[in-house]
Structure formats: C-alpha cells, structure tokens
C-alpha cells in the first residue's frame, strides 16, 4: 500500500486486490499438482476395476480451471487497464470458488466409492 492511502481508499482496495490474487498464484499451483496427483491415483484404481465414475474427469477439469486461473492472476498483474484488472479478479475468484467446490465434491465421492 502506498504511504497516506486509507484502507477505504480505492487505490488501496485495487492493491490489496492485486496482493491477495498473487499470494493465491503458489496455492493454485499446488492444487492443480494435487489434482494431477489425484488422477494417478484413480488410474490405479481403474486399474483395480474400481468404477469412479466421473470423478477422474472432474479433477482434470479443476487442473485446467487452476492453471487458467494462474494465467488470469498473471494477466490481471500485468494488465494497464485498472477497469480489466478488476473484471479478471473476479473471473479468478469466481473460477477459483468453482474449482475448489468440484475439487471438494469430487474428493467427497472418492473417499466413499474407494474407501
């Protein structure tokens, strides 16, 4: 935050916008590796004829929305346009939240048709 900024400041509301989304940049990272990870696994129990449904579909899909996200946080830091910074960090939290509901859900359904 810049000296003399309030926090109701929309300056600083745009850069605590901005902080948040790059701090988010490694998580997302780790759990589009989760995600891969997770797909080994089921390869291996598909291997095993464990049906899983769509379970190994879902997480390839949340690997995808994650990387997307990575590259969104990284266009909306590099982006002039503060009005197009503001629309991608929505579209990242947005995406984020949908990616992780999935993720949860399709974690849910594995643990109960594996274990």
Request: aromatic share 12%.
């Amino acid at each position: 935050m810049r000296p003399g900024k309030t926090g109701t400041d929309p300056d600083s509301n745009f850069e605590r916008h901005l902080d948040v989304t790059l701090r988010l940049f490694p998580v997302m990272a780790s759990l589009a590796g989760l995600c891969i990870a997770g797909l080994v696994f089921l390869q291996s129990a598909i291997a095993n004829n464990v049906n899983l449904g769509y379970a190994d579909e879902v997480l390839a899909l949340d690997a995808l929305l994650y990387v997307a996200c990575m590259y969104l946080i990284l266009w909306s830091g590099r982006t002039s346009s503060e009005a197009r910074a503001r629309r991608l960090f929505r579209v990242v939290d947005a995406t984020f939240l949908f990616a992780l509901t999935t993720m949860l859900l399709s974690a849910a359904y594995i643990v109960y048709w594996v274990f």
